[in-house]
């Protein structure tokens, strides 16, 4: 028991995830205390609630954050793109693939820095291999493409149509969807709805959902002219 407890200690997935969703509470908490939105316990609460809830992807709000302040919209737009950990149900990157892409950016300023060193990209004390490696590389490129395109349709559908969305809107709708969070911001978040926007808009955000929800990867390969041919 003592061993298992030790190993869990040690995942580093497991501590960043942790490490993640206490700075992004506090930092929540700070802006609610700040703007005196509930007043002392409530606002730790909600701001903890919040945080978990993003994070994790399920969708719930007790408040509407809408209304928050920068500094914790930013905070919740970051956390879009965290998602919980590896072998979870929830959407968006995953917290190992952030800590892959973290060594491996680390693994090749080393590697500059000394040519001739053999280093190798390690988590939690095991070493990534290559196909690993690639994998995480090839989903935050597509992830970082679909949510641009996404957010460009977005704009120039609110822009055809006219209407007050702006780009900030369109890009938090975009992660809300690819990442399966659910509520976004302004007359997108949780107390609001999806139902303001056009119909083009309501097909690009499902095909982002559906490509968060089973993955860009496979989606991708599915669709290679190479995978029928075969």
Sequence with gaps: MLRQIRAVARDE???LYLALLAVSASVLAVE????????????VR????QAVSVMTTTGFATLDWSAWGMLATLTLLALMFVGACAGSASGSV???????????ARH????????????TVRVSGRAVDGAMLRSALLFALL?????ALGTFGLALDAEARTADTGVFTALGAAAACLGNVGPAFGELGPFGSYAPLGEPSKV???ALMLLGRIEIV???VLLHRGYWRA
Excluded: N, W
């Excluded at 909600?46 to 609630?49: D, E, M, Q, Y």
């Excluded at 992830?143 to 949510?147: D, I, R």
């Design 143 to 147: 992830y970082v493409l679909a949510l």
């Design 108 to 119: 090749e300023l080393e590697q500059a820095v000394h040519p001739d060193a053999v280093l």
């Design 13 to 15: 997935e497991l501590r």
């Design 218 to 220: 496979p989606l991708a």
């Design 32 to 43: 609610l205390l700040a703007d005196g939105m509930m007043g002392g316990p409530g606002d």
């Design 94 to 104: 995953k917290v190992v693939r952030h800590l892959v892409l973290y060594r491996f």
């Design 204 to 206: 690009i955000l499902s």
């Design 46 to 49: 909600h701001a903890a609630f």
